[in-house]
């Protein structure tokens, strides 16, 4: 306070002591040259402003983004008030040292080198029951797991040259430093869907290095590859086939050979080994390996017969697998929206409009192909009509079957009345620039086959292949399927829409934010459901429970066991601990190591059924059935 008053220059009733009180009796002292005490000053002086303008610069940068991402609560907040305050990240910037972000990314290099003593856990138990690797594994990562990197060399990507721009904290600085060149990068030619012709070229990451973390410290496969190595797994005998998300699953063979390479490194896996593969998926990597199994038998493609899978792979883990889509996919595309966007508070919402609108969300999300493959499929057969869904809750006032939802005060041109997931699909191309809508035309279909002859027939149609509702299983009775998922955590499974008021908006439509209904069942204009937070129950687990004990999706007679995992996140852990059945989280969870950790080592047969959610019922209720 005396410091404050000599300020404001008021008297001090008392001066502040000028020098530290005695040293206690017992405290040593020495002596030391007045010119090495000088020199201990200044170094310490010089630490404390370098680490208080590190805390003050870093804070300001995080606290920032943390406000755009994190927030929950729509706390009431005039912008008027901010008058011509400058809040962009460009003014931001200019007072925040240069080295903060790399800074940053030590104190992360610093958490990924601290050792946690219980990762090695799960496989050192099963060691000492005698498991041990058998099967070649090879894993098909999803998508915030595969990390893209820069091999152009024009002079606007050689700065970039085998860096990553999506997964790593070069992709963060290059977002908050040089966004219009990020975009640029990230984004494909909108015509082609391949890489653009100004000589930007990126490629997806290869190697343990492009899955185990996102950003350094934020694991992702890496608590399953410990435990893999734990059991006798090391580069010989397992593999990741890592691929560039972005690309639409045609152009990943025409840009990028993959599945000839996949289809490579199992029959290489197979002939050294002498033992049927693994396969080991996550999220979207789950569509990948069920269009692979149709690439790879097809004559005109893979040219591997019908009899390939059955002689090559042994297993497929299929985790957390999106077979029927993920919801949340289609407003991203439609307004650069979702759940983490609508219920931000208004400030959060300023700032990140301020740093990457709507619109450019939708530009970018748009200009992947691959993003698309991941629309729901099954249409209201699936997800339920106008008055009903198969997913409904009994006692909840509205139903899941209308996806979009349009309340009366709002209806214009724009925002019709209330569409179910089929429409709104349709509604979607049909409010989309020409090249998006036939990017999704040429590459996907969402329907479903109820018939025999229809899966035969589009065996010849590789549009088909992602959807398991319009094609079946391949011909390989020995062949095991099994699907880990997680459930009981919320997850988005319909929307309230507004139409879009701003005159400067390139969009039509928006999430109606302001919308929060009385019995909290609509909560800033997101419906909640059943799921892993990220992907609805009915995709991850329909086929699996129902949809492959259907003999014309599964003619073959494949085995599929179902293993749910409920949510059951540690209280102060913020990846949820060992019982999380978050959608990435869950990669770490101990008793999903266990399982995976089984199956590889040809144990698959110790593992029983565990279905805790109502998918069995649920399932029941699609109206997708056997035929007569």
Not at 396 to 405: D, I, Q
Not at 436 to 447: I, K
Request: with cysteine.
């Amino acid at each position: 306070m005396s410091f404050l008053r000599r300020r404001l220059g008021r008297p001090s009733p008392s001066p502040s002591p000028s020098r530290a009180g005695t040293p206690d009796p017992s405290e040593e002292v020495r002596l030391i040259p007045l010119a090495k005490l000088r020199k201990l000053t200044a170094e310490t002086k010089k630490t404390r402003k370098r680490r208080n303008g590190f805390i003050f610069g870093l804070g300001g940068v995080f606290g920032l983004a943390l406000a755009a991402f994190f927030a929950q609560r729509n706390d009431a907040l005039r912008l008027d008030m901010l008058g011509d305050f400058n809040l962009g990240l460009e003014g931001l910037l200019d007072v925040v040292p240069v080295g903060i972000l790399r800074d940053a990314k030590a104190i992360q290099q610093h958490e990924r080198d601290t050792v946690n003593y219980d990762s090695f856990s799960v496989g050192l138990h099963l060691l000492s029951q005698g498991i041990r690797a058998h099967h070649p594994v090879i894993m098909v990562p999803g998508v915030i797991s595969t990390g893209l990197e820069s091999w152009g060399t024009t002079p606007n990507s050689r700065q970039y040259f085998r860096k990553r721009l999506w997964g790593s904290w070069t992709m963060l600085r290059a977002l908050i430093l040089d966004k219009a060149s990020w975009k640029q990068h990230i984004m494909l030619d909108r015509i082609t869907g391949l890489d653009p012709d100004n000589g930007i070229k990126l490629r997806a990451a290869q190697g343990f290095d492009a899955a185990d973390f996102f950003v350094t410290g934020y694991w992702i496969w890496n608590k399953i590859l410990e435990n893999l190595a734990t059991i006798g797994y090391d580069p010989t005998n397992s593999f990741t086939a890592a691929y560039d998300w972005r690309l639409s699953y045609d152009n990943l063979e025409v840009r990028d050979q993959y599945f000839t390479r996949l289809k490579a490194y199992i029959e290489t896996a197979h002939a050294i080994s002498g033992k049927k593969a693994a396969l080991v998926s996550h999220s979207m990597g789950s569509q990948v390996i069920f269009y692979f199994f149709h690439w790879v038998a097809s004559p005109r493609h893979g040219r591997g017969g019908d009899d390939w899978v059955e002689k090559h792979v042994d297993s497929w883990i299929n985790i957390s697998g999106c077979m029927l889509g993920a919801l949340k996919g289609l407003p991203a595309v439609l307004s650069g929206e979702m759940k983490d966007t609508a219920q931000l508070n208004a400030f959060a919402v300023y700032s990140l409009e301020r740093f990457l609108s709507r619109e450019e969300r939708t530009d970018i999300f748009r200009a992947m192909p691959g993003i698309s493959s991941m629309l729901p499929k099954g249409g209201d057969a699936v997800w339920g009509n106008k008055t009903w869904a198969p997913d409904d809750i009994e006692g909840r006032n509205v139903s899941y079957g209308t996806f979009l939802n349009f309340r009366e005060s709002n209806s214009s041109l724009h925002s019709p009345a209330n569409l179910t997931v089929e429409q709104s699909l349709d509604y979607l191309l049909t409010h989309s620039d020409p090249f998006y809508r036939d990017a999704v035309l040429r590459s996907y279909s969402h329907g479903v086959a109820h018939t025999t002859a229809e899966i035969t027939a589009n065996e010849r149609d590789p549009r088909k292949w992602i959807n398991p509702l319009e094609t079946r299983l391949p011909l390989a009775p020995s062949l095991k399927i099994y699907c880990f998922y997680g459930i009981n955590k919320p997850t988005e499974r319909a929307y309230f829409y507004r139409e879009e008021t701003d005159p400067s908006s390139a969009l039509n439509v928006t999430i109606d934010t302001g919308f929060t209904s009385r019995d909290g069942d609509v909560d800033h204009g997101v419906m909640m459901g059943e799921g892993d937070g990220t992907v609805s129950l009915l995709s991850a687990g329909y086929m699996c429970a129902r949809g492959w004990r259907i003999k014309r999706y599964n003619p073959a007679g494949v085995q599929v066991k179902v293993f749910e995992m409920p949510h059951e996140p540690e209280r102060f852990s913020a990846r949820g601990g060992p019982n999380t059945g978050d959608h990435v989280d869950i990669l770490g969870r101990q008793s999903l190591n266990d399982l995976i950790l089984r199956v590889v080592a040809g144990k698959g047969d110790q593992i029983e059924e565990n279905i805790v959610s109502n998918i069995v019922e649920y399932g029941r209720r699609v109206e997708v059935f056997d035929e007569e």
